[in-house]
């Protein structure tokens, strides 16, 4: 989904799993088969995430709207597009839910206490995670109750703008 805003193959992160053994250099192949993907990140502890060329290539302006409900690949989008400035983001923080987690209970805390333990990340281009602390608007935005009442979002009227 990146490919067309960046316009030629570019890294726009890191896969890491910690507990795979080996490295590679080699981006995934562009194969959106799901059992082709997973037998990829079977094998590897770190994989660099790359855009793909042949997808055309839209240079307009972008503003990608966000909020606390965005996770997995819609943050990796979000912010895969404003480290390489292809777009504003704007909105309310992420939810930092970004890949596979396992939840283990804590019954001898009580009934609903839980953690969770990431079995991957995703690291920008700056080796951040957005594990638990998700993408950050540049711009954050609010409701106005009277565009909502005459039927209007916000958002959408202000990223319009």
Known sequence: ALSPFFCRPEIVGILSQPRRQIRTQTPPPDDLDDLAQLKYLEKYREAPLSTFSDYGCF???VVVLINQDTASVS???????????????WGRPSSGDVLIATWYALPVLGPGYSVSIPEAQFLTRNQ??????????????????????????????????
Request: charged share 30%; glycine share 12%; aromatic share 8%.
């Open 128 to 161: 951040e995670s957005l594990e638990g602390g998700g993408v950050w608007p540049q711009k954050e935005l609010t409701y106005d109750i009277g565009e909502a009442l005459n039927g209007q979002d916000s958002w959408l009227l202000r990223a319009a703008e």
């Open 59 to 61: 240079k307009g302006q």
């Open 75 to 89: 943050e990796i989008f979000a912010q895969a597009l404003r480290d390489h400035n292809r777009a504003e983001i």
